[in-house]
């Protein structure tokens, strides 16, 4: 079992940043493929990007192509994701995942064993 939690949510204008750090507890990090997820008020919880065990492979929503970068270091078990040029559209929580198995959809929420507390993100000026 992993224990995890987001920080660096916060309140940005419009065209800011933030960092996200998913910080992982337990068993060995590396074992897990990671995934973060958003959920704005009112509406579903969404894939915004993952990345593989060893960092080799990350996949990106379209609506964050570009924009978003995430990373891993699996020394310090923590997963990042680099937010930049964030619009409005961008404000939800945001939560990280960890798959164990690595064998579902990529993309899909049910493929996800663990799940942090979430942090905010708002963009507005």
């Known amino acids: 079992q992993v224990q995890l939690v987001e920080s660096g949510g916060g309140l940005v204008q419009p065209g800011g940043s933030l960092r996200l750090s998913c910080a992982a507890s337990?068993?060995?990090?590396?074992?897990?493929?990671v995934g973060w997820f958003r959920q704005a008020p009112g509406k579903e919880r969404e894939f915004v990007t993952a990345?593989?065990?060893?960092?080799?492979?990350?996949i990106y929503a379209d609506s964050v192509k570009g924009r978003f970068t995430i990373s891993r270091d699996n020394a310090k078990n923590t997963v990042y994701l680099q937010m930049n040029s964030l619009k409005p559209e961008d404000t939800a929580v945001y939560y990280c995942?960890?798959?164990?198995?690595?064998?579902?959809?990529?993309?899909?929420?049910?493929?996800?064993?663990?799940w942090g507390q979430g942090t905010q993100v708002t963009v507005s000026s």
């Open positions: 990345i593989t065990r060893d960092g080799g492979y990350t």
């Open positions: 337990g068993r060995t990090f590396s074992a897990y493929r």
């Open positions: 995942a960890a798959d164990q198995s690595s064998t579902g959809p990529i993309r899909r929420i049910d493929s996800y064993d663990y």
